[in-house]
């Protein structure tokens, strides 16, 4: 069984910075790509960054400039540097892995809150 499990979610100011991380445990045989979701309070989840198997990157358009996803060496832990942070940017974040398992190929965090506020 694939678990991913996260971590540094909080409270900040507007324009304070929040690092998330994000391990994947279990068997995993190649991981396609890893990446961030968030979810604000009535809105659905949306892409916030991902990351491919090659490296390449992808940014919600509201969080380009401000954000960068980043992965570790072994390619199953991923990280989110969000610096600039805005209210609207307040929700919980999920970590989300695609994958090639013993059990499927989607898996997802428990999530983490991220709170925005002065």
């Known amino acids: 069984q694939v678990q991913l499990v996260e971590s540094g979610g909080g409270l900040v100011q507007p324009g304070g910075s929040l690092r998330l991380s994000c391990a994947a445990s279990g068997i995993i045989f190649s991981v396609y790509a890893m990446g961030w979701y968030r979810q604000a309070p009535g809105k659905q989840r949306e892409l916030v960054a991902d990351?491919?198997?090659?490296?390449?990157?992808n940014y919600a358009d509201s969080v380009k400039g401000r954000f960068t996803i980043s992965r570790g060496d072994a390619k199953t832990t991923v990280y989110l540097q969000m610096n600039s942070l805005k209210l609207e940017d307040t929700g919980v974040y999920y970590c989300?892995?695609?994958?090639?398992?013993?059990?499927?190929?989607?898996?997802w965090g428990q999530g983490t809150q991220v709170t925005v506020s002065s």
């Open positions: 989300h892995l695609r994958g090639r398992t013993v059990a499927g190929s989607d898996y």
């Open positions: 990351i491919g198997s090659g490296g390449s990157t």
